[in-house]
Nanobody, 123 residues
Framework: QVQLVESGGGLVQAGDSLRLSCAAS????????MGWFRQAPGKEREFVAA????????FYAESVKGRFTIARDIARNTVYLQMNSLKPEDTAVYYC????????????????WGQGTQVTVSS
């Protein structure tokens, strides 16, 4: 089992920045990829970004490329999502997830999920 706990969400204005954190514990040695997803009301959960745990290779959805940065701290077993130039359409619950697969981008390919953290961007 892997436990994931997100933090860092909040209410901000358009153009502001936020940094989300996801602390992992448990059997993290089996993790290949850590990902961030988001889900807005009435919409499906969508891929935001992912990072391979050992090499640190990063992948982004087109909608956040150039604005969001995913990073990991191996010593702290923590993955971060730095979100800059936030837009109202970024409003969603953001979830951290871990997978034993190499860079999956579909929710069903992730094995463990955090509880989510709300990000609200006002215009």
């Amino acid at each position: 089992q892997v436990q994931l706990v997100e933090s860092g969400g909040g209410l901000v204005q358009a153009g502001d920045s936020l940094r989300l954190s996801c602390a992992a514990s448990g059997r993290t040695f089996s993790t290949y990829t850590m990902g961030w997803f988001r889900q807005a009301p009435g919409k499906e959960r969508e891929f935001v970004a992912a990072i391979t745990w050992s090499l640190g290779a990063t992948f982004y959805a087109e909608s956040v490329k150039g604005r969001f940065t995913i990073a990991r701290d191996i010593a702290r077993n923590t993955v971060y999502l730095q979100m800059n130039s936030l837009k109202p359409e970024d409003t969603a619950v953001y979830y951290c997830a871990s997978s034993v697969a190499p860079v999956p981008k579909r929710p069903g390919e992730y094995n463990y999920w955090g509880q989510g953290t709300q990000v609200t961007v006002s215009s």
